[in-house]
Antibody, heavy 121, light 107 residues
Framework: QLHLQESGPGLVKPSETLSLTCAVSGGSISDSSYYWVWIRQTPGKGLEWIGYISVSGTIDYNPSLKSRVTLSVDRSKNNFSLKLSSMTAADTAVYHC?????????????WGQGILVTVSS | DIQMTQSPSSLSAFVGDRVALTCRASQSIGSYLNWYQQKPGQAPKLLISAASSLQDGVPSRFRGSGSGTDFTLTISSLQPEDFATYYCQQSYRTPYTFGQGTILEIK
């Protein structure tokens, strides 16, 4: 059974860069059938797509965040990471990582529970 | 971006009821539609992919239907564990957008 676990700071100051990591267990991040995804969730905007990355180097970012987002994968640690720069209060959210099956209809078949990130001075 | 609109935004029902939740896309997305269930404090769980394909382990009382722009998630006989928030998501074109959710509450 695949398990995804987000980690990182729960509090970030305005203008700083958020760094989150998603640890993957029970499966290999190198499986070419999957992409690795970040999504965030707020009461106001609901679920918002951030982007995905594959181990082969395929990357896709939400255009609304593209200028501030960087995704990366670490095969040796079986994890992947998100960096979001120039954080503001509007970036306060629960950040989820997830796995996307890249064959067929691209469902998100496993999700992490999420980590609450608050932006405040 | 493709906009996804769910209705109703909330719904109260009794255990044993049959309910239908709808999701509409702002343009045709074929069958690139997935349904998720989320309970408070938990990760979303994939129920249905490709509009109507039930995931392994998901009870058969859940059924997905539709194509193009209009989709429905039907729960044939509500069980206590089904009270949760349900989201649809299009995976036709990135960014893969979500509906705002339907909160299913026990009456």
């Amino acid at each position: 059974q695949l398990h995804l676990q987000e980690s990182g700071p729960g509090l970030v100051k305005p203008s700083e860069t958020l760094s989150l990591t998603c640890a993957v267990s029970g499966g290999s991040i190198s499986d070419s059938s999957y992409y690795w995804v970040w999504i965030r969730q707020t009461p106001g905007k609901g679920l918002e797509w951030i982007g995905y990355i594959s181990v082969s180097g395929t990357i896709d970012y939400n255009p609304s965040l593209k200028s501030r987002v960087t995704l990366s994968v670490d095969r040796s640690k079986n994890n992947f990471s998100l960096k979001l720069s120039s954080m503001t209060a509007a970036d306060t959210a629960v950040y989820h990582c997830a796995r996307l099956y890249s064959v067929g209809y691209y469902p998100l078949d496993y999700w992490g529970q999420g980590i609450l990130v608050t932006v405040s001075s | 971006d493709i906009q996804m609109t769910q209705s109703p935004s909330s719904l109260s029902a009794f255990v044993g009821d049959r309910v239908a939740l709808t999701c509409r896309a702002s343009q045709s997305i074929g069958s690139y539609l997935n349904w998720y269930q989320q309970k408070p404090g938990q990760a979303p769980k994939l129920l249905i992919s490709a509009a109507s394909s039930l995931q392994d382990g998901v009870p058969s009382r859940f059924r997905g239907s539709g194509s193009g722009t209009d989709f429905t998630l039907t729960i044939s006989s509500l069980q206590p564990e089904d009270f949760a928030t349900y989201y649809c998501q299009q995976s036709y074109r990135t960014p893969y957008t979500f509906g705002q959710g339907t909160i299913l509450e026990i009456k």
